[in-house]
């Protein structure tokens, strides 16, 4: 197994463990693996390919759908509410 899918697979397993955290504890784990993705499907694109670096993307997109809607909010200058 490649490195880097083996590298992809520890990321969705930590995502996963992450998703079941109360919500008040998944902001760290979860900025990092938000910073982490795309370094991984940078490395999963060299080594795989890109259409796999595009299909990981998108489940990257979807699955963190909410966090990414509030920093483009935030840097649109808006104050969105976060949850509790």
Known sequence: MAPALLALCVWVLVAAVTAFLPMRRQYMP???LLIAAP?????IGLSVGW???ALGTAAFL???RNPLRYFWAR?????PE???
């Open 82 to 84: 976060i949850p509790k």
């Open 30 to 32: 979860g900025i990092a």
């Open 51 to 53: 259409v796999w670096a």
């Open 75 to 79: 840097a649109r200058g808006e104050r």
């Open 39 to 43: 370094i991984l499907m940078i490395w």
């Open 62 to 64: 979807s699955m963190f």
